[in-house]
């Protein structure tokens, strides 16, 4: 079965750092794009970043360029999103999603098959 499975996230203070992790399994992950999403509560699901399948395209939403970074080590089945200088506004479930083939935007939630189950990210002093 496809599994991706967050992990990494916490309660930090504004200001902070975390480094969220993304564990796939079940499907050929370097063939696949993959990205992250986020829903505060009461929210809708919100782009946050995405990656190309060989790493050599990134992008990011206008909200978390030059604070967040996403990268990804095929070898080990994973992605992963740096999330630095934090405000309580990122405070959210952050989820990553894959897919083989991108036909349309990178990121609207229909482009992607596979999606794990988030990870919270509390940003509070």
């Known amino acids: 079965q496809v599994h991706l499975v967050e992990s990494g996230g916490g309660l930090v203070q504004p200001g902070g750092s975390l480094r969220l992790s993304c564990a796939a399994s079940?499907?050929?992950?370097?063939?696949?794009?993959m990205s992250w999403f986020r829903q505060a509560p009461g929210k809708e699901r919100e782009f946050v970043s995405a990656i190309s399948w060989n790493g050599d395209r990134t992008y990011y939403a206008d909200s978390v360029k030059g604070r967040f970074t996403i990268s990804r080590d095929n070898p080990k089945n994973t992605v992963y999103l740096s999330v630095n200088s934090l405000k309580p506004e990122d405070t959210a479930v952050y989820y990553c999603?894959?897919?083989?083939?991108?036909?349309?935007?990178?990121?609207?939630?229909?482009?992607?098959?596979?999606w794990g189950q988030g990870t919270q990210v509390t940003v509070s002093s």
């Open positions: 079940g499907f050929t992950f370097s063939d696949y794009a």
């Open positions: 999603a894959g897919v083989q083939v991108i036909a349309g935007s990178w990121a609207e939630e229909s482009t992607y098959d596979y």
